[in-house]
């Protein structure tokens, strides 16, 4: 009988390893995505922003997309929880050991140009296309030149059909050629994004508001 304890105490011993091991293994996951915030969408209150499909979205955390090499783009004003959804689904993919990165388009596009002057600029797509889902934040708060929009647009071609991308954006896609400056490079970046892609529109008030319109105003008594 005490053997038989012994035995399986270490069964749960060996069990409570691996399940730290695992554990530990999904934090590195999660860390090394880059991710400005750990927000997931258990914290995301949808009755402030009704316009979002919390149907839609819960789906997307099954990672179906990501099977399917489909992209998500989050189009919206500033501050409707554009960021707070993709970096949620990003986190689900790391959870589920995908390898998953957050990076905004402005730093993207830097990266992409130092290494383009470097002469390793090669190196640099592999790295970024590598990813299982890469998610680039911000499309459209800054400037892009030309010359960047076709380093864009070659980081977008090599992902095509091959891995799925989150993209943020607060531009119209109409208004993309005003972006990337070239009305051509601009459709050929939109047609590879929109051709596997789920386009979610959110409009509404400020998600980082929330809390200071839910407030009333202070009123002096007398």
């Known amino acids: 009988m005490d053997e038989l304890f012994a035995y399986n105490g270490t069964l749960d011993l060996y069990g409570l390893c691996l399940k ?7 934090n590195s996951m999660v860390k090394v995505a ?10 995301f209150d949808f009755s402030f922003q009704p316009s979002i499909n919390k149907e839609q979205i819960m ?4 990672l179906r ?3 399917n090499k489909e992209n998500i783009v989050f189009l919206g004003n500033s501050g409707v929880g554009k960021t707070h959804m993709a970096v949620s689904l990003g986190i689900e993919a790391a959870k589920k050991r995908n390898s998953t990165y957050f990076i905004k388009c402005h730093d993207l596009i830097q990266q992409l140009r ?4 470097e002469n390793r600029l090669e190196n640099r797509l592999k790295n970024y296309s590598r990813y299982k889902l890469l998610i680039i934040d911000e499309i459209g708060y800054l400037p ?3 010359e960047e929009s076709k380093l864009f647009f070659q980081l977008i071609d090599k992902r095509y059909e091959q891995k799925s991308t989150i993209l943020t954006t607060n531009i119209g896609f109409g208004e993309w ?5 070239d009305p051509v490079m601009a459709n050929a970046i939109l047609d590879r994004i929109l051709h596997h892609a789920h386009v979610v529109s959110i409009t509404g008030k400020s998600y980082r508001m929330k809390d200071h319109i839910k407030k009333k105003p ?3 008594q007398e």
Request: glycine residues 2%; aromatic residues 10%.
């Open 177 to 181: 050629d005003e972006i990337f400056q």
């Open 34 to 43: 880059g991710f400005p915030h750990r927000r997931e969408l258990k914290d």
């Open 65 to 67: 997309f990501l099977e």
């Open 144 to 146: 892009i030149t030309k």
């Open 20 to 26: 730290m091991k695992e554990i530990d293994m999904i």
């Open 218 to 220: 202070h009123t002096k």
């Open 59 to 62: 789906d997307f955390s099954t």
């Open 114 to 117: 130092k290494a383009n002057e």
